[in-house]
T-cell receptor, first 114, second 113 residues
């Protein structure tokens, strides 16, 4: 079974600075998808960014970018120019190809310091 | 932008009672899911539903749970004889055919007392 590991339960960053959240995963599949979800205090799950495993190019969405290292099975999230609204729980998630369930990591709680 | 709608946002129930959590997926989506998040813990898969039947379920999804799509728009999760440990946030999600991304609803916070 696939597993997702987030080794940082909590992180903090100064406003306007850059922070990187770590995620590793374990799979024997070659075709899969990876995601970062943000969960603010409202507890809604908001998709931040996604990456297809077959793509070598790292995904970017405005201030959010990933460092996808397929051989190392690593998928880190970089948040640039951190804002107070970025404070939330961040979950890394994995999914096989096809409409299979998402597997989530335990999350990293990010605090942004003004 | 289309949304997945969940009702109620918060439900309190007595232990042993039955609850029904409701979801309205995005209209052109074909795959539906329920996930659970116990407070402070990770999000766990419960069940996926496609073509009016369960396509996959986790170990958590035992006989206490059932899902139904009673009409063309609603997707429900029923929990029979609730237990204290069923207290959690329950998320509904949906996706299109062949699309690898989900859209999550805003969740129902279930409190069993």
């Amino acid at each position: 079974a696939q597993t997702v590991t987030q080794s940082q339960p909590e992180m903090s960053v100064q406003e306007a600075e850059t922070v990187t959240l770590s995620c590793t995963y374990d799979t024997s599949e070659s075709d899969y998808y990876l995601f970062w979800y943000k969960q603010p205090p409202s507890r809604q799950m908001i998709l931040v960014i996604r990456q297809e495993a077959y793509k070598q190019q790292n995904a970017t969405e405005n201030r959010f970018s990933v460092n996808f290292q397929k051989a190392a099975k690593s998928f880190s999230l970089k948040i640039s120019d951190s804002q107070l609204g970025d404070a939330a729980m961040y979950f890394c998630a994995y999914r096989n190809s096809g409409n299979t369930p998402l597997v989530f990591g335990k999350g990293t709680r990010l605090s942004v310091i003004a | 932008e289309p949304e997945v709608t969940q009702t109620p946002s918060h439900q309190v129930t007595q232990m042993g009672q039955e609850v029904i959590l409701r979801c309205v997926p995005i209209s052109n989506h074909l795959y539906f899911y329920w996930y659970r998040q116990i407070l402070g813990q990770k999000v766990e898969f419960l069940v996926s539903f496609y073509n009016n039947e369960i396509s996959e379920k986790s170990e958590i999804f035992d006989d206490q749970f059932s899902v139904e799509r009673p009409d063309g728009s609603n997707f429900t999760l029923k929990i029979r004889s609730t237990k204290l440990e069923d207290s959690a946030m329950y998320f509904c999600a949906s996706s299109e055919w062949g699309q690898y991304g989900y859209t999550f609803g805003s969740g129902t916070r279930l409190t069993v007392v």
